[in-house]
C-alpha cells in the first residue's frame, strides 16, 4: 500500500478551524504525535490514515485531499474509491484489475472501456460518477 497525498495547508486550516494541534488529531486517530507531524510535513498518509482523519476532523474527503472543480480522472477514481473505504487493493480484487493498475489509472492513466467498466461496478457507480468528478 502506497502512500497517497495530502494538502497540507487545507489539513493545517481543518486542524485550526477545529481548534486540533497535532496530539490531540494522533489520539483520535490512534498514531503517535511524531507520525501526525511527519504527516503535516511530508504530506502524505495511507488511504485508512486519511479516512482517519477525515472522520476525525468531520472534513469532506476532497478538502483533505485538496481536490477542488473540475478533477483529473486520476483524482476522480481516487475519491470515489476513499470515500467507498476502499483500499488500492480492495478495488483491484472488486474490479479483477492488477493493483499496479489501480494506481497507474490514480496517477492519470487512462484505462480501457473495459477496465473502467469494471472499476466502475466495484464501486457500484457509473464509468461517468467514477471518473468525471467535479468537487466544490
Given at each position: ?40 510535513k511530508i504530506g502524505a498518509a ?91
Amino acid at each position: 500500500m502506497s502512500n497517497l497525498g495530502i494538502d497540507t495547508a487545507a489539513l493545517a486550516r481543518l486542524m485550526k478551524e477545529r481548534d486540533v494541534d497535532a496530539s490531540a488529531l494522533a489520539k483520535m486517530i490512534l498514531l503517535d504525535t511524531y507520525r501526525v507531524n511527519r504527516i503535516m510535513k511530508i504530506g502524505a498518509a495511507r488511504d485508512y490514515t486519511i479516512l482517519d482523519i477525515a472522520s476525525a476532523l468531520n472534513a469532506d474527503l476532497h478538502d483533505l485531499l485538496g481536490y477542488h472543480g473540475r478533477l483529473s480522472t486520476g483524482q476522480s477514481l481516487r475519491l470515489t474509491r476513499l470515500e467507498a473505504e476502499m483500499t488500492n487493493g480492495d478495488l483491484s480484487v472488486a474490479a479483477g484489475v492488477k493493483g499496479e493498475s489501480i494506481s497507474g489509472y490514480e496517477r492519470d492513466v487512462i484505462p480501457s472501456l473495459e477496465k473502467a467498466h469494471a472499476i466502475a461496478k466495484a464501486l457500484d457507480k457509473s464509468i461517468e460518477e467514477v471518473f468525471f468528478r467535479t468537487v466544490k
